[in-house]
């Protein structure tokens, strides 16, 4: 398609605005390229005039490709970049968040130029679009492990039934407990920010093996207290037709009502020990499945989590839910911020 070297690209209020190029030879432009910008009133008398250079035209050219509103017409601005046929892929496979392409391209490039050429290929919006796109990616398949690991726990031998799960062979561990151990070690996240570390038991004989010391956001010390999906959280009285904690919830709220006493007689150890503050902790239970209880079952479990004081029982079905939950707010976000950036770049640039 032949390009005019002269066009008039705007007319009203008494105002006409012109561009040509200039320094063109037989039809061929090389670096004597010029580009003239200039404007006139209604009666031909000139306002404005203005020669842009070579690189000065590449400037102006690099910039407006930036933005996808204007070279493609899009309804939200993205990035388009004139680079490499390796990173305009790698551009591409981000927008798509498909990690795993984006992964085997990286390990594909052979210089720390290729990945310089990157990151400077990417700006700030796209290189938190390749942050937040790699933690959705991780934040949905661990919790499609979690689970598995239940589905595991509650139909076969968890400890054995894992090595047929390559994916779940990094939880691997001698006892149930652990295995679930292992899964929320590496997944705090699920906790959402109230916890920002996780400080080891094993320094203290107070604790288990299977219970987990938490800092919360304000520097208090906090226990989750981890038990098995299969076990059983409550039985129904056929006399007075309700439910009541089971056997196997009675021993483990009676272990954590232990647990709350010796964190406030040993308080100054603990204290000392991890470097963080002993004021009413809370105990979290992590136990059962509740995936197939009904309302009256559920509403049980309510009412026993409001008449304990700084304990709360959370089944692994919860902890599924609240992952989830967590995924969906991003979405959630991530959607309204592409719409917020899209209305914003289409006011900046209209």
Request: net charge negative; aromatic share 10%; with cysteine.
């Amino acid at each position: 398609m032949s390009t005019p070297y002269h066009l008039e690209i705007f007319r009203g209020n008494n105002k006409r605005l012109f561009i040509n190029y200039s320094g063109i030879s037989e039809g061929v432009a090389n670096e004597s390229l010029r580009f003239n910008i200039y404007a006139t009133n209604d009666f031909g008398t000139p306002i404005f005039t203005e020669q842009l250079s070579i690189d000065e035209i590449r400037k102006l050219y690099n910039h407006l490709s930036a933005i996808s509103v204007v070279t493609e017409g899009a309804t939200k601005s993205s990035k388009i970049i004139e680079t490499t046929e390796e990173i305009n892929l790698l551009i591409q496979k981000l927008e798509e968040s498909d990690l795993e392409t984006i992964s085997i391209l990286l390990h594909q490039f052979k210089s720390d130029d290729k990945i310089k050429g990157l990151l400077s290929a990417l700006d700030k919006i796209e290189i938190e679009h390749l942050h937040g796109a790699f933690h959705h990616k991780y934040m949905k398949e661990e919790i499609s492990y979690l689970k598995k690991l239940i589905e595991l726990e509650l139909n076969y031998n968890i400890t054995t039934e894992i090595e047929n799960h390559p994916e779940l062979v990094k939880y691997k561990a001698g006892q149930p407990e652990k295995i679930f151990q292992n899964w929320i070690e590496s997944n705090l996240w699920v906790f959402g920010i109230e916890y920002i570390k996780h400080h080891d038991a094993r320094k203290i004989a107070l604790f288990s093996e299977g219970d987990l010391l938490m800092e919360s956001l304000d520097g208090y010390l906090d226990l989750i207290e981890l038990k098995r999906p299969k076990h059983t959280l409550l039985k129904f009285d056929d006399s007075h037709k309700c439910h009541y904690p089971h056997n196997e919830l009675s021993l483990v709220l009676g272990q954590s009502l232990f647990y709350m006493q010796k964190l406030s007689e040993y308080k100054l150890n603990v204290e000392n020990e991890y470097k963080t503050k002993v004021l009413m902790p809370r105990v979290k239970i992590i136990i059962g499945n509740t995936s197939e209880y009904d309302d009256s079952q559920l509403h049980c479990l309510r009412m026993i989590n409001s008449d304990l004081n700084s304990i709360q029982i959370i089944s692994y079905s919860d902890l599924v839910k609240y992952g989830n939950l967590l995924i969906e707010s991003y979405e959630k976000y991530n959607t309204y911020k592409e719409h917020h950036i899209g209305e914003m770049s289409d006011k900046v640039f209209s």
